[in-house]
């Protein structure tokens, strides 16, 4: 079974600073799709970053990038120029063929 | 945008009792998912469905059953509520490939069971 650990139950980061989430996952497989999620306060879960394991640019969306290196098994989570809008709990999931999984989440705060 | 739905955001229930927690999704999609989030857990899969009428156990299906009679909505139904089922509910879908695709989450349902 795949299993995905977020080693940071909670992490605060001041307002414009950046801050860094881990998440490494345990897989045999060569081909799969890892994926960061945010769920804000009271709000609906989205996607906030996806990386294709046979890229091995890693993927990057405005102020987020990943770390994505696949011999170690990591994926983390760099959120650069924080925004108090960041503030959330934030997943990350790994898929592969039928096989969905999400780590335990890690609560960021931004601090103004 | 998409737009997934559910029936309801708080709901209270007694043990024993039939609970059904729907969702909707208005895009289309292929697929849909029924998970459970728990502090310290995240994420865990009960269900999930890839067609009309068609099912999958996810990694925690005991207790649980899921209906599918139309694309665009998906039910978890608890035969029989019992409080270690008090927790958050979560729906998603996504287009074409389970694995591939991008979820789309609801807003989870809270069912507390007393």
């Known amino acids: 079974a795949q299993t995905v650990t977020q080693s940071q139950p909670e992490m605060s980061v001041q307002e414009a600073e950046t801050v860094t989430l881990s998440c490494t996952y345990d897989?045999?497989?060569?081909?799969?799709?890892l994926f960061w999620y945010k769920q804000p306060p009271s709000r609906q879960m989205i996607l906030v970053i996806r990386?294709?394991?046979?890229?091995?640019q890693n993927a990057t969306e405005n102020r987020f990038s990943v770390n994505f290196q696949k011999a170690a098994k990591s994926f983390s989570l760099k959120i650069s120029d924080s925004q108090l809008g960041d503030t959330a709990m934030y997943f990350c999931?790994?898929?592969?063929?039928?096989?969905?999984?999400f780590g335990a989440g890690t609560t960021v705060t931004v601090r103004a | 945008d998409v737009k997934v739905t559910q029936s309801s955001r708080y709901l209270v229930k007694r043990t024993g009792e039939k609970v059904f927690l729907e969702c909707v999704q208005d895009?289309?999609?292929?697929?849909m998912f029924w998970y459970r989030q728990d502090p310290g857990l995240g994420l865990r899969l009960i269900y999930f469905?890839?067609?009309?009428?068609?099912?999958e156990k996810g990694d925690i299906p005991e207790g649980y059953s899921v209906s599918r009679e139309k694309k665009e909505r998906f039910s978890l139904i608890l035969e029989s509520a019992s409080t270690n089922q008090t927790s958050m509910y979560l729906c998603?879908?996504?287009?074409?490939?389970?694995?591939?695709?991008?979820?789309?989450f609801g807003p989870g349902t809270r069912l507390t069971v007393l």
């Open positions: 999931a790994y898929a592969n063929d039928y096989k969905l999984s």
């Open positions: 897989t045999s497989e060569n081909n799969y799709y």
């Open positions: 990386q294709e394991a046979y890229k091995q």
């Open positions: 895009m289309d999609h292929e697929n």
């Open positions: 469905s890839y067609d009309v009428k068609m099912k």
């Open positions: 998603a879908s996504n287009p074409q490939g389970i694995s591939t695709d991008t979820q789309y």
